[in-house]
């Protein structure tokens, strides 16, 4: 999609414009075609580490499942940035 608009960021605004019909009935479909060209990073722990980020999610969050490792990975980001920038 994104290369079809030329469009290396690409925006639900920019699919509505192009393509009002798939916002409206595909938003999953949409979302992933908004989301496809974002970076992606693969992290891999060491055991203990990961049992301690486990636990550490759990505890903050509530449970482990992937939208508690996401918002616990973007607050570490933030202030990691904010430390660094």
Avoid at 51 to 56: E, H, L, S, V
Wanted: zero cysteines; glycine letters at 2%; aromatic letters at 12%.
């Amino acid at each position: 999609m994104s290369e079809w608009l030329a469009k290396p960021r690409l925006s639900e605004e920019d699919i509505r414009k192009a393509q009002p019909s798939l916002v409206k009935y595909f938003p999953m479909l949409t979302r992933y075609f908004v989301d496809d060209q974002k970076m992606r990073v693969t992290v891999v722990f060491d055991h203990d580490k990961a049992d301690k980020f486990k636990a550490a999610v759990t505890k903050v969050y509530g449970f482990f499942g992937p939208s508690t490792i996401h918002k616990a990975a973007d607050e570490a980001l933030d202030a990691w940035l904010r430390q660094h920038s």
